[in-house]
C-alpha cells in the first residue's frame, strides 16, 4: 500500500570511503586503504525518508538545509530517490559525516559542518504536514524539533487519527504529547530516564518504556534493543517483549531509520501497534543482513534514465563461468549489483563443506571486477527481501530456467521490473573444481 508519508527532521551528507586493503601500517595496528572511493547518500532523516521511497511510498522531506555544497548534494540525491525536498532555510553548515570502512568494517568517522539558527517552517511545508497519511519525526540533534510553528503544526496533528512517529534524540526536544508511538533506542532510553546507558537492557528497557511513556504522554513508547529486537509500553499494560532474529555481525548503520520507516508505514493501515513494531523488527534485521545503510543505493532505483540490474549467488570459487555471466549482466545495464549468500545461506543450500571461500573474501573478489559495481550480502536462502529493497529494472539468472520457474518474475513486476536469463556456460562449475582438485594427488 502506497501511502503519503511526511518525514521531519534533521539530514546529514553520508559519506562512505571504502578501497583495498592489502596491508597495515607498520606503526600502528592499522589499516592501509589503497585507492579509496567515496559512495554517497542522505543521512540522518534523508535515509528514513530515502527508506520509505524505495518502499514505493509518496515521501515528503521537512529538513533545514544550509545554502552550501552538501546541502545541494543532499537535495539532488534525495530528488534523485523521488523524495520531495521542502526545505527549511538555517544558517550554519551542513553536517558531513565520513566513515572510512576497510575490510567491510568501519573503523574511523570523521564528523564536520554542524547546523546554525533555523528559520520558521514555510507555510508549503506546513501545509504537507496536514495533509499526510503518517509523519515521522526523525529528530537528529541538530534543532528543527525546536521550532515553534512546527511543534503546533505536529501538536494539533497527534490529537487526529494520523500516525505520527517520534523517533527522539538525546539533544533534540522531547516528543509532543499524544504522538502515537516514540521509538528511542536503549541509550537513549536509559538517558532520557536519567540513568546510566548501560541500564537500557532486560527489565531496565521495560522500566524506561513505560516511564517515557507517562512522561511523554505518549500512547506507545517502543525501545529498540538491536539484536535483541524492541519492548513495547502500550496504553497502561505491561511492556511487552519482541524479539529479533539474529543476523550475525553486520554494519548496523541505518538500522534505525529502516525501524522507523516501516512502523511508520505499518500504521496507516490496520495494523495494531505491537503488528507494526513486530514488521518493523523484522524489517531492520533484514536490512542489516543485506548490508545495511553501506549496501543501500537510492538514487540508482529512481533515476530514470539509468537501469540497473541485479544478479546473485554464492560465487564460490570464482571461475571464468561466472565471470562471463557477470560481464552479460553488466552489458543489460547501466550499473550491476550482485546479491551475494552469506556464509550462513552457502551452508544451508550447499552443505556444512561449503563455502570454500568466507564471504568478506568472495565480496572483495566479485567488487573487483570491472563489470560489477556493488556487491550486497544476505543471509536467507533466497535474496528476494534484497530485491525488494533495490527495486533492479533487470534481474538476471544464468542457467537453463523457464521464465515460470522463477519466482523473482512476479516480484520484479511489481514495479516494472523484468527476469532475464543468461546461458550457463558448460564446463565451469564450484562444484566440479572442487571435485577436480580433491582428486589431485597430494
Known amino acids: 500500500m502506497s501511502i503519503r508519508m511526511v518525514i521531519v527532521g534533521d539530514v546529514l551528507l553520508d559519506v562512505d570511503v571504502t578501497g583495498d586493503v592489502r596491508r597495515r601500517l607498520p606503526e600502528a ?23 520509505a521511497a524505495a518502499d514505493g511510498h509518496e515521501v515528503v522531506l521537512v529538513t533545514a538545509l544550509a545554502a552550501d555544497a552538501a546541502g545541494s548534494r543532499i537535495h539532488e540525491l534525495c530528488s534523485d530517490a523521488g523524495i520531495t525536498v521542502l526545505a527549511v532555510p538555517q544558517h550554519g553548515t551542513t553536517p558531513v559525516k565520513r566513515r572510512i570502512i576497510a ?13 546554525g539558527p533555523i528559520e520558521p517552517v514555510p507555510a508549503d511545508a506546513l501545509d504537507a504536514i496536514g495533509a499526510a497519511d503518517a509523519i515521522l519525526v526523525s529528530d537528529y540533534g541538530q534543532g528543527l524539533t525546536s521550532v515553534d510553528n512546527l511543534r503546533r503544526a505536529l ?104 525501524f522507523a520507516a516501516t512502523v511508520t508505514a505499518s500504521l496507516t493501515g ?32 529512481r533515476t530514470t534514465d539509468r537501469t540497473l540490474v541485479a544478479t546473485g549467488g554464492c560465487f564460490d570459487l570464482l571461475h571464468a563461468g ?58 536467507e536462502d533466497t535474496p528476494m527481501h534484497v530485491l525488494a529493497r533495490l527495486r533492479p529494472d533487470i534481474w538476471v539468472k544464468g542457467g537453463d530456467y523457464a521464465e515460470d520457474d522463477l519466482p523473482e518474475c512476479d516480484l520484479l513486476a511489481t514495479w516494472g521490473g523484468r527476469t532475464v536469463v543468461v546461458p550457463f556456460h558448460d564446463g565451469h562449475s564450484t562444484t566440479s573444481l572442487i571435485e577436480t582438485a580433491r582428486a589431485m594427488p597430494v
Open 29 to 51: 595496528d592499522a589499516p592501509v586503504i589503497d585507492d579509496p572511493r567515496e559512495r554517497l547518500r542522505p543521512g540522518g532523516a534523508g535515509l528514513a525518508a530515502a527508506l
Open 103 to 115: 575490510e567491510q568494517q568501519p573503523v574511523a568517522r570523521l564528523d564536520e559542518g554542524g547546523c
Open 155 to 258: 501538536s494539533s496533528i497527534a490529537t487526529t487519527s494520523t500516525p505520527v512517529v517520534w523517533d527522539p534524540h538525546p539533544r533534540g526536544e522531547a516528543p509532543i504529547p499524544g504522538v502515537h508511538l516514540a521509538t528511542p533506542n536503549r541509550a537513549e532510553a536509559a538517558t532520557f530516564a536519567g540513568q546510566a546507558a548501560g541500564t537500557g537492557t532486560g527489565a531496565g528497557a521495560s522500566e524506561h518504556a513505560a516511564a517515557l511513556r507517562d512522561a511523554w504522554r505518549a500512547r506507545a513508547v517502543c525501545v529498540t534493543l538491536g539484536a535483541d529486537g524492541a519492548v513495547l509500553a502500550e496504553g497502561e499494560g505491561t511492556p511487552t517483549a519482541i524479539p529479533a532474529r539474529r543476523v550475525g555481525p553486520r554494519d548496523t548503520c541505518g538500522a534505525g531509520d529502516r
Open 270 to 301: 490496520t495494523s495494531a501497534t505491537e503488528v507494526a513494531v513486530k514488521t518493523a523488527v523484522e524489517a531492520a534485521g533484514d536490512f542489516v543482513a543485506a548490508g545495511g545503510a553501506g549496501s543501500f543505493a537510492p538514487a540508482e532505483r
Open 322 to 379: 561466472h565471470v562471463a555471466t557477470l560481464q552479460a549482466a553488466r552489458r543489460l545495464g547501466d550499473r550491476l549489483v550482485v546479491c551475494l549468500n552469506s556464509d550462513d545461506s552457502v551452508r544451508r543450500l550447499k552443505g556444512e563443506d561449503r563455502p570454500v571461500v568466507p564471504e568478506r573474501d568472495r565480496a572483495r573478489l566479485l567488487a573487483a571486477l570491472d563489470c560489477v559495481d556493488d556487491v550486497v550480502v544476505f543471509d
